[in-house]
């Protein structure tokens, strides 16, 4: 029995087409896993030839640490710059955490975190 070469040409492209679209969509999900914070979430905050605020929020959305960067944007379609977001929040989250607790110090203001992560 013979197979007609338009059939089998379409069930190629088929079978082409499903291995990439589930290749794209496992791609995707490892992207968002990695780049997103455990806990908490942050916001920048820019306008053009202004001051860069990025806010740190907790998961009660009590802000936890605030960040003024002088004349400087952010590129957040960068996955370095979300990790450095991430990992400045996580800071932040830690301290308040021990800011927190009685007889905890205070929890420091605008200590430059996230400018001193994006040098590095």
């Given at each position: ?68 960067l002088a004349k400087k944007r952010l590129n957040l379609k960068q ?42």
């Open positions: 029995m013979k197979i007609n070469p338009h059939y089998r040409l379409a069930l190629f492209a088929t079978a082409l087409f499903l291995s990439l679209s589930a290749f794209s969509f496992g791609q995707g999900r490892q992207i968002r896993q990695s780049t997103s914070p455990r806990q908490g979430f942050w916001v920048v905050e820019s306008q053009p030839k202004q001051n860069c605020v990025v806010f740190f929020y907790n998961d009660d959305n009590q802000l936890v640490y605030k960040e003024t996955a370095k710059t979300r990790e450095s977001l991430n990992a400045v929040l996580e800071q932040a989250l830690q301290q308040w955490a021990v800011s927190q607790q009685p007889g905890g110090a205070a929890m420091p203001a605008d200590q430059q975190w996230f400018a001193t992560e994006i040098r590095n």
